[in-house]
């Protein structure tokens, strides 16, 4: 597998050299999941940092109704896991779940922990990323308190770029908290004001 594209997401937070390149991308396992195939399931323990190489993957829950409630989705160049499973090794309380054939790299919790002690500069990049997850959180939370529906589908577009042409419609109006036919209403609405 390719692995520029992991490495550009890491230099552009930190500097590396050859030598940490290769010790870095010497811990990463390749896996493709294929449509509608988990990469975690509630209950389990995320044992991996999952980066998108290629395809798209949902983090959600289900209610006690069965409802999924999407939190996120994790297209090319994203990280993805249940964070706080992750740096617990405790039960898992989102699922992770690819929305196309799907190519990954994987980093071990056991492989991530070593990085620090081999590449002391790693430390800094998950600092930067668990930051990220972070302000990604503080973002949606804020959206779901205080935006309009309207709004978040126009921020989703503008977050997630050309994803609505690759996946169910009703995925995105779990992502925005509405049913399906609102959202077909908002992008109907959408597409007249482009056209005008």
Known sequence: MNFDLI????????????????????????????????????????????????????????????????????????????????????????????????????LSKANHDALYDRVPQFEKFSRILFQNAYILLQHRLTQNLFVGAEEKYNQFTKKYPGLELRIPQKEIASYLGITPEFLSMLRNRRMKSLIS
């Open 7 to 106: 490495i550009q997401n890491v230099t552009q937070h930190i500097r590396l050299d050859r030598e940490e390149i290769e010790r870095f991308t010497s811990y990463l396992e390749p896996r493709t999941f294929k449509k509608k195939s988990f990469i975690l399931r509630p209950g389990d323990t995320c044992l991996f940092e999952t980066f998108v190489v290629k395809g798209c993957a949902k983090i959600f829950y289900t209610d006690a109704e069965g409802v999924e409630h999407i939190v996120k989705f994790a297209i090319e160049n994203w990280w993805t896991m249940d964070l706080e499973s992750f740096a617990q090794q405790s039960p898992a309380f989102y699922s992770i779940q690819a929305l196309e054939d799907t190519e990954t790299l994987q």
